[in-house]
């Protein structure tokens, strides 16, 4: 059949890749280097102050959220997820990805980096039969991307400076490449990702300088800058008394603006008329955390900034974090794991998902539970896991129940009659004989 014969040659034919075509350039150099336009550890030691917080809070978030591997399956009404066993070699590959890092520490590596650079990388190394067995996180600060004629990325080089070893190139078969993707195709941006200090450039720099300020301020200790002036010829004890005097009766007046008396015979020449204004440090940093935060999507109530805010309004700014920043960041996460690395196991059911997040107030989910489970949806291990963090009952918790709440919800099938004894023996289960004398009528 036709379906048949393209699918059959769509397996066989195999398109040009557009990207090269068109956003590769033909240097006539072979596996040349596609170089950063940005300075990657410039961005890196900008991972401090406000970006520290707001970079931080997504990356924390974001690595607590567990990695789940799911198998679609197909059934009439559409399809569905099926949750793979915990012994699959992908499974225990999120779970244990490398023996010196955690499934935490991976994942807030990778959102930390994809926050600063725009861009994440992790190496696979794979066994004799294709299969990744670990996964070698990469700084962006070592890898540079090779294009190609035939793939946009052909290859990447990395080269760890700082530690003295050479330079080797990793296929992009055996590289997982998390991105944001860049808008600007101008330049070699088109192969990286884009930060998002860059787009609160102005704001990280102004809050380094008045922070750089304000430490060169305090570490010297100046004294106010004020000058007098007299006719008066005076002796070094007339003149330390003088400067004592004005010391302890005018001591920050310069900087609160309270008036200055003269004492006798001085004139006030400089440090009160045309004096340069000092910045208000205070209001201008808390400026530079709100613009800051706005630029990487993280509401302050989220670090923890609550002052002035009510529980409302804080679970407010919780839930457009979770909409708006961490679900759509987590969306693009996952779908470049399912496409990179589950693909690599040889199965093109497999899917990687991560979240969502969700944010429900505590009595709403009880209400919601209480409902699924009269309505026997759920079944009471699930409320004693997922909402009260119990251990799962011995015998009966896995069958949902009838609106009764005694019975198990058999759903017109043979089985799940509800007569289980206290040992989950169903042997002696009556029969429908039986049924019909201990309920007559029915």
């Known amino acids: 059949s036709l379906p048949n014969r393209i699918e059959k040659e769509s397996m066989i034919y195999k398109p040009k890749d557009w990207f090269a075509e068109m956003a590769v350039g033909r240097t006539g150099i072979p596996k040349s280097v596609a170089s950063p336009t940005v300075d990657v550890n410039h961005l890196i030691r900008l991972f401090r102050g406000s970006v520290f917080i707001c970079a931080g809070a997504i990356a924390e978030k974001a690595a607590s959220m567990e990695a789940k591997v799911y198998r679609m399956r197909d059934r009439k009404s559409g399809p569905y997820k099926e949750k793979v066993s915990r012994n699959h070699p992908l499974v225990r590959l999120l779970q244990e990805p490398h023996p010196r890092l955690t499934s935490f520490d991976m994942h807030y590596q990778n ?45 990447y080089r990395v080269n760890s400076l700082y530690m003295g070893t050479q330079e080797w190139d990793i296929d992009h078969s055996e590289m997982l490449h998390f991105q944001k993707k860049s808008l600007d195709w101008s330049s070699n941006r088109r192969f990286y990702g884009f930060s998002t200090i860059i787009a609160a450039e102005n704001t990280v720099q102004l809050e ?49 603006g309270r008036p200055m008396i003269v004492h006798d015979d001085m004139e006030l020449i400089s440090g009160a008329d045309g004096k340069i204004q000092e910045l208000d440090y205070r209001g ?57 690395l589950a693909r690599d196991f040889h199965d093109e059911d497999l ?72 040992t989950g023996d169903e042997s002696n289960r009556p029969t429908n004989n039986q049924f019909a004398n201990m309920f007559p009528g029915g």
């Not at 650079?117 to 962006?140: E, T, V, W």
């Not at 509401?299 to 009510?310: M, W």
């Not at 107030?361 to 539970?369: G, T």
């Not at 896991?385 to 251990?391: F, I, K, N, Q, T």
């Open 111 to 155: 959102f930390g980096w994809l926050q600063i650079c725009g861009d994440a990388y992790m190496h696979k190394q794979k066994n004799n039969f294709g299969i990744p067995i670990r996964l070698n996180p990469l700084s962006p600060q070592w890898v540079q991307v090779i294009p190609g004629q035939m793939n946009f990325v052909d290859s």
């Open 208 to 256: 380094s300088e008045m922070l750089s300020r304000l430490r060169h301020k305090f570490s010297n200790l100046s004294n106010p800058g004020l000058i007098f002036k007299t006719q008066r010829r005076l002796n070094e004890a007339q003149l330390k008394q003088n400067l004592d005097a004005i010391w302890s009766q005018h001591r920050l007046a310069e900087h609160e």
């Open 284 to 340: 201008s940093l808390e400026d530079t955390l709100r613009i800051t935060s706005a630029a990487f999507g993280v509401p302050l109530a989220v670090v923890g900034l609550t002052e002035g805010k009510s529980k409302a309004n804080a679970e407010s700014e919780l839930y457009s974090f979770a909409h708006n920043k961490l679900n759509p960041m987590l969306t693009a996460y996952s779908q470049t794991l399912t496409n990179q």
């Open 351 to 422: 899917v990687i998902e991560i979240g969502p997040f969700t944010v429900r107030d505590y009595k709403e989910m009880v209400n919601a539970a209480q409902a699924l489970w009269r309505a026997g949806a759920i079944t009471p291990n699930e409320i004693r896991d997922h909402l009260l963090g119990m251990p799962p009952l011995d015998v009966g918790g896995d069958v949902p129940l009838l609106p009764a709440g005694v019975v198990e919800a058999s759903y017109g099938n043979t089985e799940g009659r509800g007569f289980m004894n206290a």
